[in-house]
């Protein structure tokens, strides 16, 4: 059994799937304007992605050739993409030449199967263009590679399992990512996630339910049922690996951990700061392994 989970955040636009539908419309403009400007990529000040994918070199159990991601809430499919080119160019890299940097990355790539899903078809577009336009006017085998990386609409709610369950993941994902999709989930009021309630839903549609109890019971918010479908997706002995900017490693292991599925494996360690006699980071990453 999980533990109690921690109150609840108040509602927010950021937690509408028309406050994330109208964001990536602009985005997908700027960036036919500009393929430069892929969008936003969220936790960027604080270098999160290479953080995450340096965490994720630290794990013997994991083979580069082979490892299976699927990114929930995928945006611009930055994340995705980071795994795939391998390992990014930093000020120490300066004298080495073309070569070597090359040569580097191509030992830092992960090359299994990676999926991204969103809920926002605009998200989705997004992704799938900024990969096209990498893939073609990069002569790297890294900017080829993208062409590999899928993205599919997908609502990790109530969406159908076929969707991200078949092929040789049909019984779960090596490695399932998420870097803010809870935090999104959990500023939702509920409904379809435009705050009414009028759900999508396939039979297995968690948005806004009742609980156990009928209608006398406190209205469950969307993020409750977030981590049972999230323990569907990850193979047994696979790995979550989870970034909140909303809710510190306390109460993320409230949310997830469990004797029923998730246990704590690790964490990316970030700079943090003090403030009040307190210490702290602006943001958490939890990998958490599934039993």
């Not at 577009?125 to 790297?140: W, Y």
């Not at 062409?147 to 076929?162: A, R, T, Y």
Request: hydrophobic fraction near 25%; charged fraction near 30%.
């Amino acid at each position: 059994m999980s533990q109690p989970h921690p109150d609840h955040l108040p509602p927010s636009k950021l937690g509408t799937k028309s406050y994330w539908d109208k964001l990536y419309t602009t985005e997908l403009t700027n960036h036919a304007s500009d393929p430069s400007d892929i969008g936003t990529i969220w936790f960027d000040d604080s270098d999160a992605e290479a953080k995450i994918t340096g965490y994720l070199s630290g794990e013997s159990s994991l083979p580069r050739d082979t490892t299976s991601f699927l990114d929930l809430g995928c945006g611009n499919g930055s994340l995705l993409f980071s795994l795939r080119d391998g390992a990014q160019d930093s000020d120490d890299d300066d004298d080495d030449d073309d070569d070597g940097r090359e040569q580097r990355k191509q030992q830092d790539r992960w090359t299994g199967r990676m999926l991204g899903v969103d809920y926002s078809p605009q998200s989705v577009q997004l992704a799938r263009q900024v990969s096209s336009s990498s893939s073609s006017s990069s002569s790297s085998s890294a900017g080829k590679s993208r062409d590999n990386i899928s993205f599919e609409e997908w609502d990790v709610l109530s969406g159908p399992w076929k969707t991200v369950l078949n092929g040789q993941q049909s019984e779960g994902w090596d490695v399932v990512l998420d870097k803010g999709t809870f935090d999104a989930i959990s500023l939702s009021a509920g409904g379809d996630g435009d705050g009414d309630d009028d759900g999508e839903g396939d039979g297995d549609d968690i948005r806004g339910s009742q609980g156990d109890q009928g209608n006398s019971s406190p209205r469950r918010r969307p993020n409750e049922g977030y981590r049972p479908r999230v323990l569907q997706l990850v193979r047994p002995g696979g790995y979550f690996i989870i970034t909140s900017c909303n809710w510190t490693e306390p109460e993320l292991r409230a949310w997830f951990e469990g004797d029923d599925g998730f246990v704590l494996h690790g964490r990316v360690e970030y700079r943090s700061f003090q403030f009040g006699g307190h210490k702290g980071q602006t943001i958490t990453t939890l990998c958490f392994r599934k039993r």
